[in-house]
C-alpha cells in the first residue's frame, strides 16, 4: 500500500483530510490507533500486573505498584486523551486532523515510555523519564498549535488540563526515582485529580448534550439541563479547590469534608442531565455510569479521610481510577468509534456486554479490599473482568479503527 499523502486543499475539510491519506488506514485519525493500543495496553498492562501479583514478573523501572499506578493512569489514559483529543480539537478549531506519518510519529513516542517503564535496559531514571515525557509534550504542543492557529481560546482549559496531566507524570518519575510511593504520592494524586477535571469538564459537556439530542429524537418533553449552566460552572469550581485541597492535604479533615461536599454537589449535576430516562440505550446510560463514578468516589475518599482507621483510602480511589476514568472512557471509546466510523449509534450486545465486564471489575476490586482472606482471587476476577471489558473492545471494535471502512 502506497504511503504517500494527497496534500489537501487549502479548504479540506477534517474528513477529506482524513480520507486523503493513502497510507495505513489505522494513521487516518487520531482516534484509531490511540483507541486500539490504548485498549491493547490495558489488557496487556492489567496481566502483567496479575503476573506481578503472583510473583512471576517484575518491572525494571519502578517499583512494582508505581508501575502498575502509572501505566494506567498516565500510560493508559494518556492514550485515550490524545485519540480524543486529536479528533475533537479539528472539530473544535475547523483545522485539519494530525495524520499520516506526524500521527504515526506520536504513536510511536507513546509505545516508547510503555517499553522503558517496563524494561528501561541500560537508561537511568532521568533518561526513562525523558522518553516517557516526549509523547504528551509533543501532544501538549501539537494541540497548542491548533487552538492557536484557530484562535478557538474557549479550549485553553482542556490544553491546561493536559499540560497539568504531563506535570504530574513528571512529578511521578521525581517520586518513584527518590525513593519515595509514588503510587501514593503527589504526582498521582494530581494526575487522578487532573484526570477528575477532565471527565468533570469535557463530560459536563457531553454527556448532557448527547442525552438530549437521544431523548429529542426519542419525543421526550423532559430534558437535561444545558451544559455549563451556572450550577455547573459552581460545580466545577467546588471540584477544582476540593482536588486542590486533596492534592496538598490528602489527610485533612478539611480536605474530606471538601470532597463530601464534592460528591453532593456532582450528584445533583448528574441528576439534572436525566440519565434515569436512558435506560433502554446503553450506549446513552453508560455515559451517566460512569461519570456517577465521580460523585460516588469523591464520597467514598472523603468518607476514608475522615474515618481513617477503615484503611480504606486505596480501595476508594479506585471509584475514580477504574470506575471513573475506566467506565468513562469506555463510553467515549464506543461512541466515538461508532459516530466517526459511520456506525448507527446503538450499543449491541457485545458493546453492551464489555460495559458490564467493566463495571464488575471496579466491584470485584471493592470486594477484594472488604474481604482481606479472598483479595488475591477477587483482584485476579477484576482483572479477568478488566481485560474482559477492553480486550472485548478491541476485537469488537478494531475492524472499525482497522480498516478505512467499518
Known sequence: MSAAR????????????????????????????????GAVWAVVAMALWVAILAGRAAPGAMLPADWHAHEFLF????????????????????????????????????????????????????AVAGVD?????????????EILAG??????PVLGLLVLLTVANGLFHWEAATGASAAQGYGLRLGLGTGIMMIALIGGRIVPSFTRNWLVKRGATTLPVPPMARFDRAAL???????????????AALTGVALLAVGAVQAVRLWRWRGVDTGVEPLVAVLHAGYAFVPLGALAIGAAILLPDTGATAAAQHLWMAGAIGLM???????????????????????????????????????????????????????????????????????????AKG
Open 151 to 156: 484562535k478557538n481560546w474557549r479550549n485553553l
Open 133 to 145: 515525557l516526549v509523547f504528551p509534550l509533543a501532544l501538549a504542543g501539537v494541540i497548542l498549535r
Open 329 to 403: 472512557t469506555l463510553a467515549v471509546m464506543t461512541r466515538a468509534t461508532l459516530g466517526h466510523t459511520g456506525q448507527a449509534l446503538a450499543a449491541g450486545a457485545g458493546t453492551t456486554a464489555i460495559y458490564l465486564a467493566l463495571v464488575a471489575a471496579v466491584v470485584l476490586r471493592l470486594a477484594g479490599a472488604a474481604v482481606p482472606d479472598a483479595a488475591l482471587t477477587l483482584y485476579a476476577l477484576a482483572g479477568l473482568c478488566w481485560a474482559g471489558a477492553f480486550g472485548g473492545f478491541a476485537v469488537i471494535y478494531g475492524r472499525l479503527l482497522l480498516r
Open 237 to 251: 469550581a467546588v471540584t477544582g479547590l476540593a482536588l486542590l485541597l486533596w492534592i496538598a492535604l490528602p489527610d
Open 6 to 37: 494527497t496534500a489537501p486543499r487549502p479548504a479540506a475539510t477534517t474528513m477529506e483530510r482524513s480520507r486523503a491519506w493513502t497510507g495505513p488506514a489505522i494513521l487516518s485519525y487520531g482516534f484509531r490507533p490511540f483507541f486500539f493500543f
Open 75 to 126: 500510560g493508559y489514559l494518556g492514550a485515550i486523551v490524545a485519540g480524543f483529543l486529536l479528533t475533537a480539537v479539528p472539530n473544535w478549531t475547523g483545522r485539519l486532523p494530525v495524520v499520516g506519518w506526524g500521527l504515526g510519529a506520536l504513536v510511536l513516542a507513546w509505545f516508547a515510555g510503555r517499553v522503558v517503564l517496563w524494561s528501561p535496559g541500560p537508561l537511568g531514571a532521568l
